[in-house]
DNA sequence: GTTAGCACTTAGGCATGTCGAGTGCTAACG
DNA sequence: CGTTAGCACTCGACATGCCTAAGTGCTAAC
């Protein structure tokens, strides 16, 4: 029983299945592929392959279907990654170049993944904590109530309303305005909240208390901003591999919609040699994604905000962890500088 | 044949499908209400509903269900909005209160939303046409691309990058930017156009093209905002009543995310005297949506902005009505002045 | 206008039988 | 020793037939 031949077997199975959502048979698997050998030896390679627990049968007398690991092995040793056609290559450049706002690329990306992979695609919005504070403005929304706006080099516009505590004149609060802008322009918001505490202890202790609330109010933009939020484009496609989900959708979407569970996952995954993370099935630490793979990359600088789609256990790793490349790669380059 | 019991058939019929999602037959409907009557009587007034194509029957030999238009005579005239729960109430006040951005508020709200109905929540921006212009920022992001920062009075911020056509300074900028400031400061949004332009037109030949990109842009802004945006939640209720959409949840999701469908929908949507609006099935514009019912309010001062739930036909009408009323009316308290 | 009674229709559950795909095992082969 | 052919066996998928419960429509009587 040789081994390559064994893996050879893998790898049909896996193509197979994903192909036709069926269990796929020994005779089947040496009709469909040039395997030099019969089927009653690919039937041995496939006990094999089942005692090590990379294929099972979904009862006695059916085909064989990948398990996980099986997955796992797949894409880890046995596919390489699709080049994309020049087609989709195109569609991505001229579908990405259009845009201007920031919100509006992430959309666009999100779209433009979800229909190169037919999964549902998840965008997470860039770190804010590189980037380096461009301008600050606070606007007099009511007598107490501030509007403060924090807007990075990056391009990246937060805001927020803040309580001052206390009435305020648009005189006194233009005079803060310079204070905090000259204290913290050019700053790395990553470095923020020591600059803004310097800020604040310069202030007069009648200016003190407003200052110290819209202290807290930049301190919490520059924490706790988007980067915690993303953007989802196909949930639709989810829908139709009802087939895919036998159990149901539900839990799913639940874990979608839960972006706190998206966002840590993502960041979770651990980064393949070839620049895409895949987490397939129960790896997933959350268990409504249990025949679910997620495959996703790092975009942008330092590759620290993902991208990435969610489908079925059942997909098609090579060209979609390609997708998934390919978009990341001009993502980070529409974004760059 | 009395009139007024064969409306009380109908809403006992829409009360109990609603609530068996079962076909109602004469003999079960006699037992759970007390209408006076015996069962072949009511088999006599449902033959009559049916003539009338307000209830139909699945096959020959199984109970009646509402068809679109029993619903809509159910909604319009036999129902009642059913009133909140204090406790209900209690929970949309405590978890709308603790919220400062306007992204906080209707991303709460969604959810908020989509829990009490166990229904799919939709809220739309508000729109920006009657905010009055707070503030405007430019920021120079590279020698020719300009990140241009609207702020309305209502706490919005819109934010995009153009293309100044040419390498500009700190100064340039800054000089354009007072000009374009004292300008249209104070001006409704609605009618920011002309003002820009008139800043334009008194530019100097040199500032002028620079200054039409600038204008160019925050036209943008003003005209193609946020307003068409929306915030989805409870997608995952979907899922759940796998029952309730026979064929499939997929279109129903396609025409969620392709917000311009639902925005058009909402807009479309005529105001019910009770101050709830309702599009059932197939008098929804969209086929996706043929299965689907949409109960949806204004929001804010003038109730421009949407707020609704999209579920499946069978749907407890006056539960959500009532919900979606009491929510939209918090929600415009929060926004209030 | 209401009721009782009855013949009729039909979906759904259940048992049964058949078919085909696929497996595991054994014995033979090179 | 790896490979192959052959065969008995298993099990899901599908079709068939049967039965029951639920519900209807109609007619004749109240």
Same mark, same amino acid.
């Given at each position: 029983?040789?081994?390559?031949? /064994? ?19 020994s005779k089947?698997l040496v009709e469909?592929h040039?395997l030099?050998?019969s089927s009653?030896?690919i ?38 990654? /699709? ?26 990306? &999100? ?12 965008? =997470? ?40 505590? =206390? ?48 202290? /807290? ?18 949930? &639709? ?21 839960? =972006? ?67 978009? &990341? ?9």
């Open positions: 029983m040789s081994e390559p031949r /064994k893996l050879e077997v893998l790898r049909a199975i896996v193509e197979d299945y994903v192909h036709s959502r069926e269990p796929v048979g089947a469909r040039h030099g050998v009653a030896t039937r041995n390679d496939m006990a094999a392959l089942e005692d090590e627990g990379l294929i099972t049968a979904p009862h006695t007398s059916a085909g064989r279907i990948p398990t996980d690991k099986g997955y796992r092995l797949f894409v880890d040793q046995i596919s390489a990654v /699709k080049p994309l056609s020049p087609a989709e290559k195109r569609a991505i450049q001229t579908l990405l170049e259009g845009s201007e706002d920031l919100d509006d690329v992430l959309d666009r990306t &999100a779209r433009l993944l979800s229909q190169l992979t037919n999964q549902v695609a998840v965008v =997470q919005y860039p770190h804010l904590s590189r980037a380096v504070v461009r301008h600050i403005e606070f606007v007099l929304l009511a007598p107490r109530k501030v509007l403060i706006v924090l807007i990075a080099d990056s391009g990246k516009v937060d805001q927020r309303v803040v309580d001052a505590g =206390q009435d305020l004149s648009d005189e006194t609060l233009a005079a803060l305005r310079t204070r905090f802008l000259t204290g913290v322009a050019g700053t790395p918001v990553a470095i923020l909240p020591q600059h803004l505490a310097a800020v604040v202890a310069g202030c007069t202790p009648a200016e003190r208390p407003v200052a110290t609330a819209l202290g /807290k109010g930049l301190e919490g933009l520059a924490h706790n901003s988007r980067e915690d939020r993303m953007v989802l484009a196909g949930t &639709a496609n989810l829908a139709r591999s009802n087939v895919d989900f036998p159990l149901s959708i539900g839990p799913v979407l639940e874990a979608l919609e839960e =972006q706190v569970v998206m966002l840590r996952l993502l960041s979770d995954m651990a980064q393949d040699p070839r620049g895409v993370a895949v987490s397939i099935g129960r790896e997933n630490p959350y268990d409504g994604l249990a025949e679910a793979s997620v495959v996703a990359t790092g975009y942008g600088p330092d590759a620290s905000a993902k991208v990435g789609i969610l489908g079925p256990t059942r997909m098609d790793y090579p060209t979609t962890m390609a997708a998934v490349r390919a978009v &990341a790669r001009y993502l980070s380059r529409i974004l760059g500088p």
